[in-house]
């Protein structure tokens, strides 16, 4: 059986108008692993994931929620903070899990069930790969700036700075090479996490809390401290890891969607 697995990843607009052209994707590093993450679960399942006919959807990681179509499954996906007034094409959805408690209450507010299931997939990568395999092609370093996409061009882009729609593993394998990980990307900092690497979130010019809010609520952290610069941040250090069970999130993997009960 085959599932699409919905993920953002526009066409860069090579100029605007009547006659726009579009460019490469966007390929912002955290909106691509959820179709990875899903990837890997069925892998180590031994569950064969079809290319064609899909015939279910599935939203996985990212503030991705405006997209859902009705009857779509959720797992782990969130609500966009600058579209918490959208009107959402859909009345019922099969949600499994989602990012954060604020999340959960804006589809419960909409008639939608939600169980108390929470969690950025991207919290697993430090279960399906080794930190040691990940930065095995990257030096050691104090520390890496992951800023949000949108952030990237007020950033210093030096040495230790990583453009999010850089090569995936390349991200990640920096992020992982890093003993500590500060900046405006979200997925920066639950990559970093789900590590054990301390990471610090430097507020961003461009993006609501609301993402950052519900992520942290949602692995057990109701206050936290961004700083306001990366200096500041460095001085900060990291904020304490999560003490997060993933086994709950683990569990609810809609490995039914492929047509197993497989866990």
């Known amino acids: 059986m085959s599932v699409e697995v919905v993920h953002w ?63 779509d499954s959720i797992w782990g996906a969130g609500v966009n903070g600058k579209k918490l007034t959208s009107e959402y094409s859909f009345d019922k959805l099969d949600v499994r899990a989602v990012r954060g408690p604020l999340t959960q209450r804006i589809l419960e507010d909409s008639g939608i069930a939600v169980p108390s299931v929470f ?28 800023p949000n996409f949108h952030d990237f061009h ?6 230790q700075t990583v453009d999010p729609r850089g090569q995936l593993w390349d991200v990640i394998g920096k992020i992982a090479a890093s003993d500590l990980v500060v900046g405006s990307s979200l997925h920066g900092i639950v990559i970093a996490e789900s590590l054990g690497i301390p990471a610090r979130l430097v507020l961003s010019n461009t993006e609501p809390l609301f993402k950052y809010q519900d992520y942290y609520q949602g692995t057990g952290r109701t206050a936290f401290t961004p700083a306001n610069s990366i200096a500041e941040a460095l001085q900060l ?26 866990a």
């Open 9 to 71: 990843n526009p066409r860069r607009p090579l100029y605007r108008g009547r006659l726009a052209r579009f460019g490469p994707r966007l390929n912002n590093f955290g909106d691509l692993l959820g179709p990875v993450i899903v990837k890997e679960m069925l892998k180590r399942a031994g569950v064969a994931q079809q290319k064609t006919g899909a015939s279910h959807r599935l939203l996985a990681v990212g503030s991705i929620l405006h997209l859902a179509n009705e009857g």
């Open 119 to 146: 969690g950025d997939p991207g919290l697993l990568v430090g279960q399906l790969w080794s930190r040691n395999e990940l930065a095995a092609t990257h030096g050691q370093c104090r520390f890496s700036v992951v």
């Open 154 to 159: 007020l950033s210093s882009q030096d040495a």
């Open 237 to 262: 250090g990291g904020e304490p890891l999560p003490e997060w069970d993933p086994t709950p999130l683990r569990d609810a993997f809609p490995f039914d969607l492929w047509g197993t009960t497989t």
